[in-house]
């Protein structure tokens, strides 16, 4: 297995258990609180990783990448802004509607860009 593919997959199982944990801890509401710290380092860890991809793979198409980056920020900001909505007993119905269309643009981009998977078509 090269480098690349290698990379590519932690930063996938990355953001896949981040979701998980995401979920998890939107159901559990406020007594989420250590599942929440663990979330945060997950945040991390798929910046990271992303970073990587990012500065590896932009000279092909610098602004899809660019875009994608930033969709990722937004998604990983929405995930935020429910758990710690929802913890304040505020309102996040627009936060997970945000964070649906979000990761949808998210994952559409990352699929398409490095491995030209269309899951429209």
Do not use: C
């Not at 997959?9 to 939107?26: E, G, R, S």
């Not at 119905?93 to 979000?102: D, H, I, P, S, T």
């Not at 994952?107 to 269309?118: C, H, R, S, T």
Request: proline residues 2%; hydrophobic residues 60%.
């Amino acid at each position: 297995m090269s480098f690349l593919t290698s990379q590519t997959h932690l930063h996938i199982t990355t953001w896949v258990v981040a979701i998980v944990i995401f979920l998890i801890a939107a159901l559990m509401g406020k007594n989420s609180k250590g599942l929440h710290m663990v979330l945060r380092l997950f945040y991390v860890l798929i910046i990271i990783t992303g970073g990587a991809l990012f500065f590896k793979y932009q000279a092909g198409d610098p602004m899809m990448y660019g875009m994608k980056f930033l969709f990722g920020i937004l998604v990983i900001g929405m995930m935020e802004m429910v758990l710690v909505r929802q913890k304040k007993n505020k309102p996040t119905g627009m936060f997970w509607a945000l964070f649906a269309v979000f990761l949808f643009i998210t994952m559409f981009l990352g699929f398409k860009l490095p491995m030209f998977i269309n899951f429209l078509a």
